[in-house]
């Protein structure tokens, strides 16, 4: 029998873009978050008193892997030497292994994968003897694939195992330049169990053999939402079992709230009260998002406080402890019409037609030309170049089918 951790996608040293805005101790929390996951990551190594460490990719959240992280995995990686706790580690899109002499060696306990595939061996107490199959990014995109390059299982072992940091192809094209692979191609290697990197949403793609993507340890918005950890995963006579355990010390939570009969602010105060006192149970810290419905009989007032922040300003005023709630949005839900076709596809040659106008430069830079030009954004956001700009279009276009009642795209929390 052997034991192991499978775990990806820490990111540490994440920036939390756009939430800087939140007050101090929120923020740090939030900040020092990814950090925690590792540390209970560890914690958690050391109590279980697994045979290995399986880290799937990402370690780090941007390629230059600031010394901090590199000093904070390593303190916590000479932690799982001194309990006898090896790593295999491969990096991935984000963190791909650089050239110029940045980074921090680790402890000789943690095995890195080369950026081509490498079989390495381990030996449990019991002689058992595994083959782990990887490699780690050298690059920021690999758009060839690389299952064609891991080995069959060996004959020779006990058990393999494959790690990979990649997308399932045919989901969607925009992602197949993360070592894309089929299913079939991975089952085709006969290996024991496959631990993937790279989508931040935990999921089983397949229960014999079994290939699981771990997720984050630690969600970084709120479309990241839920509890993020790692698999306990144990292997013994041709037969896995897997059991998930929550790391994260802030979770993202989002709520539908109904105010169906309510008119006054009490009224709405008392129930939004009642909903985070729900929350403020849990052992863990939540960013809460609340999406109001029902909301036709409130009273003029209290709608205007509603819009303008107010009453969400009330709703953030907590204590300095943790775990806290902290209700991060206060939205009022579009109320959806079941029978009523939408704009979109009352229009549909309209809509695509506008779609296509605004991919070109022409009417793209009329429409954004005074905000470019202001001096509060020049020189912070990007050129406006195709791939920006089709990114721009992209995003408006979810949010105006949102508004509209259009079909949603799916959101599968890559990163």
Same mark, same amino acid.
């Given at each position: ?27 740090? #929390? ?65 963190? =791909? ?33 595994? #083959? ?45 330049? =993360? #070592? ?43 479309? !990241? ?182 079909? !949603? ?7």
């Amino acid at each position: 029998m052997v034991r192991f951790i499978h775990a990806a996608d820490l990111h540490l040293d994440s920036p939390f873009k756009g939430i800087k805005s939140l007050p101090a101790f929120i923020w740090e #929390a939030i900040y020092q978050s990814t950090f925690q996951a590792l540390t209970r990551l560890v914690d958690l190594a050391i109590k279980e008193q697994v045979d290995f460490i399986c880290l799937a990719g990402d370690i780090y959240d941007g390629e230059d892997r600031s010394v901090k992280a590199q000093a904070y995995l390593k303190k916590e990686m000479t932690r799982l030497k001194e309990a006898h706790i090896p790593v295999y580690l491969i990096h991935g899109n984000h963190d =791909y292994m650089e050239q110029q002499g940045l980074h921090l060696d680790m402890p000789s306990n943690v095995m890195i994968f080369k950026e081509t595939v490498e079989t390495l061996y381990h030996e449990t107490d019991q002689q058992e003897r595994i #083959a782990l199959s990887g490699f780690s990014y050298n690059k920021r995109w690999i758009t060839e694939k690389r299952i064609a390059d891991y080995p069959a299982r060996r004959p020779d072992v006990d058990y393999h195992i494959g790690l990979l940091h990649g997308y399932q192809e045919g989901n969607s094209s925009e992602h197949d330049r =993360y #070592a894309p692979f089929h299913l079939s191609e991975l089952k085709s290697k006969q290996y024991d169990y496959w631990a993937l990197g790279h989508i931040h949403k935990r999921q089983v793609l397949s229960e014999r053999p079994l290939i699981v993507y771990s997720g984050n340890t630690q969600g970084r918005n709120r479309t !990241e939402s839920g509890p993020k950890g790692c698999y306990i995963v144990t292997l013994e006579n041709r037969t896995e079992d897997t059991q998930f355990h929550s790391l994260a010390p802030i979770e993202w939570e989002t709520v539908e709230v109904t105010l169906k009969g309510k008119q006054t602010l009490q009224e709405v105060y008392h129930v939004l009260n009642e909903v985070i006192s729900q929350y403020q149970q849990s052992t863990h810290s939540t960013l809460l998002t609340i999406e109001l419905t029902d909301t036709e009989s409130l009273m003029e007032g209290v709608l205007r406080k509603l819009h303008q922040g107010d009453l969400l300003e009330g709703l953030q005023e907590i204590t300095h402890s943790t775990p806290f709630v902290f209700v991060h949005q206060l939205s009022i839900q579009r109320k959806k019409e079941a029978n009523l076709p939408s704009l979109i596809q009352l229009f549909p040659e309209e809509w695509h037609q506008t779609i296509m106008e605004l991919q070109e430069d022409e009417l793209f830079n009329e429409v954004t030309q005074s905000f470019f030009d202001s001096q509060r954004v020049e020189g912070v956001l990007r050129p406006r170049n195709e791939t920006y700009r089709k990114k721009i279009v992209q995003l408006a276009e979810q949010e105006i089918r949102q508004q509209l009642g259009g079909p !949603e795209g799916s959101d599968l929390n890559e990163d």
